[in-house]
């Protein structure tokens, strides 16, 4: 951190934690085993060519991974798939035998793991990556999409938890 700022990490934190954000959980292979960690730090970035990007903590044991994958897939989170999230943010993602505990996944026609039952799907092919000081920022050209439960509601982050949708404003 900066010694010109006066503030610290868990103001920072606080602040920034506002923001509401929807869950996602993003997918990897690793040879023969499909890997994933939950992120919220997801955005569209162009629609010519359709870009997204995806901030991958350094330290993250899947970091690895998506630094050297020739694809990974952005699973949008359904309300009701907070466990999921849960388990890709621990710190048992990517671990040896089964890195996906059970939940339930396809592959893409590209191979690259889908988790059942979320809202939808993006299916990359790495574009570029830059340096995001503790964070890899990796931008991704979208290969396939699909949104596969349109009506379901999101599952939602904001000050430190789990939220979902209220009412229409």
Known sequence: ???????????????????????????????D??????????????????????????????????NDADGFAVNILAHGQGELSKFFASAG???????????????????????DGTLGWIDCRPWQRYDGGDHTIVVGEVRALALTQPDADPLLFFAGGYRQLGEPI
């Open 1 to 31: 951190m900066s010694d010109s700022t006066s503030f610290d990490i868990r103001t920072f934190r606080d602040v920034i934690g506002r923001f509401a954000t929807g869950v996602t959980v993003v997918t990897t292979t690793d040879g």
């Open 33 to 66: 085993s499909a890997v994933g960690m939950t992120a919220n730090a997801v955005s569209s970035v162009s629609l010519d060519p359709f870009l997204v990007l995806v901030c991958v903590e350094k330290s993250a044991s899947a970091h690895g991974h998506l």
């Open 93 to 115: 993602r990517g671990d040896e035998g089964d890195a996906m505990s059970g939940f339930p996944y396809q592959l893409s026609a590209r191979g690259t793991p889908l988790l």
